[in-house]
Structures are given as C-alpha cells and as structure tokens.
C-alpha cells in the first residue's frame, strides 16, 4: 500500500465522523472482533474464558487488530465487554458459553450503596493496558475506537442479572423505585464517565455508548431514566477532543430525543432507512449528524449480489457524512468472506467523485 | 346493572372498533385470562398443564369469563395460544414452565412440504366449542374476540422452535431461502385464514392478528415476508363483517406499511404516543382508523396517582376512535386490584360529553 493511501485509510473513520470530505464511505462492523472469525477462536483458546480474554491485554490486542488485517476495516474497537465496569463496581460477573453473562442481581437500595464508583486505570488497568499495547500494534494504519455502556443499559443488567428478553425487573424499578433507579444510574454515569476518559488518555481516538436496550423503554422513560444520563456523558468527555458515537439500538421512536444527547455521530440500528433517521436526527438535533450504520447482519446470509444491492441502497440513503456498519452486531455463523466482500463493496461503491 | 348500562356495555368495545359514537372508551387487556388472576391460577391447576387448559372447553371457558366478571373489561378473548394452528399443521408443541413453548423447528423444503393445511373445525373443534360455550356463558354481557398469529410472527416460531431474541434461523432463511420462507408462509396463511374464519362461525364478533415479532424485521423484509400475508388474510375475513385488529408489536418503524394491511383497528405498542400513532396510520391508510393501544404494562406497577396520569395521557392523545388496552400483554407479576383500578380509571376519565 502506498503512503498516500495508507493516510487515506489511516484518515477516513475520524473524518467522516467529523463531517469532513472523505476518499470513500469508511467502514467498521460492529463485534468485528468476534466469534466469526477462525482467528478469534484460536486466540480465545488461548485465553480460556472469555472473560480472561478481556482481562488479558496482549490477548485482548491481537484480536482487536485481526479484522482490521483479515477484514480490511476502516477502524479498530478494543476488545472487551460492556459489563467490565459494572464488575469493577462490585457487582460479581461470570461469562458461560452459549448462557451468556451472569451478575448478582443489584436490586435493594442497600446493594446500591454499597457499590463503588471505581477508579478505571487502577480497576481497569488492563483494559488501558490492552489499549496502549493495540494503538502500538496498529502503528498508526486506523484508528481505535473504545466503549461503554450506556447507563439505562447497564442498570437493566445490573438489575436482571442477565440479557433479559422483558426487562420486567429493571423496567419495574423505574416505575416502582424510580429514586433507587436514579441512584444506580448516578453511579454507573461516574464510572462511565471515568472509564471513557481513561480510555482516551490511553489512545482510544473515538468512543461509542451502546445503548443495547434502549428499545425496550417507552418515550417517558427514555427521556427520564436514559437520555439525562447520556448527555453528562456526552459532554463530560467533549473537551477530550475525540468523536463521541451513540448507539441507540432498536430506537427508532427515540432517535428525535436522542439525537439531542449532543453525540457527534448517531449509530442507527437496520430497522429504519437512513434517509429517515436522517431527517429525524438533523431537525432534532439542529445540525449536521454523522450516521452510522446500517445494514442489516442477517443480510450477510444473502448472495453476493444481494448483498450489493443492499449495500447500494444503504449507501445512496445516507448520502454524506455516513460510517457504513451493520445495524446490529455481526453474527457468529456469517462466514468471514461476505465480511470481506462487505468492506470491498462499500468501499469500491462509496468513493467520491 | 340496568339494561341500559348493561347494554352500553355489550356495545362500546364493538362500536370503537367500527368508529361509531361511544358512551366511554372501551377497555381490554392483552393477556388478560392469566396468571397475574388467581382464579385463572386455581383453573389452570385443575386442568394440569397450559395446553391441556387451551384444549379443555370448559375450563377454556372459564377463564375467558373470568375477567369480564373481575377485572369488568369490555370484550373477552378466547382463551388459546397463538402456536395452536401449527401444532394443527404437523409441528409437535410442548409448554414447560418458565421455558415457553418448545417446537419441532420447520426449516427443510421436505419439512415444509411435509406440513398440512388441516381443517379448522376439525383439527381445532376443541377451540370452536371452547368458543361456542363462552358465547353462550357471556350471554351477550360483552363480546368474544377471537385470534391467530401473523404468518411472520408463526414462521419465526415454526423456525426457530420456540420463543427466540436475536431470531436468526427465521430471519436467516428470508435472506438465504426466500422461496422456502414463502412456501412456509403460503401455508400458514391458509391455515390462518380457514382458523380465523371457523372461529367466526363459532360466535367470536371480534379477530385480532399478533404480529408479535413483525419488530424484528427491517422494512424491506416486512414489506415482502409479513405485509402480503397479512393482507391476505385481512381481506379473506372482510366477507365475515367482523372488525380486524391488528397489532404490530414493536413495529414503530413499520406502522406506515402495516396500516395499508386493511384492518379496522391497529394495536400499537407502548413505544409510541397515538396521536404520532394516528398521524402515521391515517396518513398511510387513507382513512380514519381506531387505535387499540397503549399504556406501557410495566406502569401498572406504579402507585394509582401515577397510574391515572398515565391513563389520562394515553386518552388525551388517543382522541376519538380508540379502545383502551396496554401497549403489550399484562405482566404476570402485576395485582389484580391494578388491573381493577385501571379499567375504573379508563371508563371514568374517558367517558364522553
């Protein structure tokens, strides 16, 4: 690759989501770094657990880069989990294969005070470390992203102990103990706050909030027990200077209030075009908004040429100021080479001019 | 009770659905005969387990009623489960406690060729005379709503065997075997339609269509895997005179498409206020069309001031034409006396003139 178009591709994620020309549409894809991968699974046999592979940095920082190499992505995310500070909050966390995370639910007003707001480079040393090892290891080829959770998202699985399909519990304490809720939700929002800006002191040049079940509240409670919380996010790490992303899944009925959150780019979910999203999001947020997104996963599934059309059509609805990724995570059984051939479309039918 | 108010009662839940003049706004609950009743508890104890209760007559019966009797709701909906028509086509269906329903996943050409498009009379006589004895045991206090599951929402269960979240087998085969997933869904609209029609025949003066998991599909594939289908089967029980609710769960994005599907009534969930609600479906429809919708489940939960509150925002935003529900099925931990208070709640505040 040539110097130039190793700056092109170095360049072009933290452009677009700060709105500025770009050579093509950049592209990542969301748990890129992930089960679908022969590579991942090797190393994670390395590692054990999963949750060891979190937890061990130079582990952690291989898989990280390996979609950037095997997958030709136009940015790296740190491999770790979401609820990563929620253990370092105390809340005891194991990960099992096929069950996924389990956590001691945090339900009593006594369980919440007794949780700690953690220092993040000390609790989470090796997520820092993990990130420091991996900006040396991308030398500069593209950029890294870190993340967390969004607050409502971590209270419902500090609350229900698990992904939870009803979010019945968690749903319950806003309306039944909305005071212990905004409790929990102050303490996750310090530590958030904290964590993300350890991460970008560590080299993380953007950021993502995933807001994994935002869908499952309705208007009142987004705008109550959600979005308040994601905003102090958003500004408690302005002036760190880096792109700060919001997913906010299954959101379509939310997408108005929460493009107002202040974030600097808006992941979509597959659910609604981005032609719409757009038209929401920019009245009301009263600016430009980057989009990002959204490609259905499953449609990876379809041949090739559907893929395309698909892409196509992703593409000419967002027009500019667009990172193309999947509306939700890539799946486990997509085989690697519709991933490849996803990044080589996007890239051959987003170059400008 | 006087006759007059007796009357009132037989009346409002039908005349909303058709957009007549009512005294208040009718009220029923999704889930309503279940386990949040105790009496719906003692019944189901006597019947064993939850599909010998469904395919029991009498004890079907009993707590269709019940409700009417305790909660004072303004319809009944036969007691049954949305998967008794496939188990009629040849799925093997069992129910265990806490796990939902297990099924024999469909997902060759050979399996689905396999399955029947059996007789509604006389694969499902026990629902029909479950309906006809309720007829009966209603004695026009209030009418019977009858129901299926949307083809989508019957396929994805068919598919994946059994209550999924991610539903990738049944969205997979969209993508991967398109021309299977219609061949499934030919035969599950035929079915629907003769199950739909024969319960009409057996004295339900109501149908409600569950498209309980239409959200989980992107526009495009509602428009080819979900809308057709559901049009079809719409416009196959027009002759039968009946009003048609059709409830697109988690569908906010899709409302516009789905209110083109042709029925009297769109349920809407508790994601979106019905006056945007009403602007979109009107809009996309063409003409009036009552809402059934939409007080979140989980508010039951709050104290009764905020309760009323709630109640009075929906009213308020609903306007004319709409009948009172909860935006999902009432949740099995909720106490009866709220479901009590909010049928109180509904008729008071939303009585007219």
């Not at 990280?64 to 770790?80: E, K, M």
């Not at 194991?94 to 069950?99: A, C, L, Q, R, V």
Request: glycine fraction near 8%.
């Amino acid at each position: 690759m040539k110097t130039d178009e190793k700056t092109l591709r170095a360049d072009r994620f933290l452009r677009a989501c700060r709105g500025e020309p770009v050579d093509t549409t950049p592209i990542w894809i969301m748990r890129q770094a992930g089960r679908y991968l022969p590579e991942y699974r090797r190393t994670r046999a390395k590692a054990g657990d999963f949750l060891a592979l979190c937890k061990t940095p130079d582990l952690a920082c291989e898989v990280t880069i390996q979609p950037v190499d095997v997958v030709g992505v136009d940015a790296a995310i740190i491999f770790s989990d979401i609820l990563i500070p929620l253990e370092a909050m105390g809340v005891p966390l194991t990960f099992s294969d096929g069950e996924g995370p389990r956590l001691e639910p945090v339900r009593t007003a006594d369980q919440v005070a007794k949780l700690r707001v953690p220092v993040a480079d000390e609790a989470c040393g090796f997520l820092m470390e993990a990130i420091r090892l991996t900006v040396r290891g991308l030398d500069g080829r593209v950029p890294l992203i870190g993340f967390g959770g969004a607050p409502w998202t971590m209270l419902s699985y500090a609350v229900e102990g698990k992904t939870s399909k009803a979010f019945l519990d968690s749903r319950r304490m806003l309306f039944e103990a909305p005071a212990l809720a905004h409790a929990l939700l102050e303490k996750i929002t310090a530590t958030t706050i904290d964590y993300l800006q350890a991460q970008v002191r560590a080299g993380a040049r953007a950021l993502q909030l995933f807001d994994s079940w935002a869908g499952a509240l309705g208007p009142e409670e987004f705008r109550t027990f959600a979005l308040p919380y994601v905003k102090r996010i958003v500004e408690a790490l302005r002036p760190s200077g880096v792109p700060f992303i919001y997913f906010c899944n299954e959101g379509s009925t939310l997408l108005a209030d929460a493009a107002t959150a202040g974030a600097d780019v808006m992941g979509i979910d597959y659910r609604v075009p981005l032609d719409d999203a757009r038209a929401t999001v920019e009245r009301a947020a009263g600016r430009p908004v980057t989009l990002q997104g959204n490609l259905d996963p499953v449609a990876l599934f379809a041949p090739l040429p559907e893929i395309e059309r698909r892409v196509a059509d992703v593409l000419r609805r967002a027009g500019e100021r667009h990172v193309f990724n999947l509306g939700h995570g890539i799946q486990p059984p997509t085989p690697p080479v519709k991933a490849i051939a996803l990044v080589e479309m996007v890239h051959r039918l987003g170059r400008r001019g």
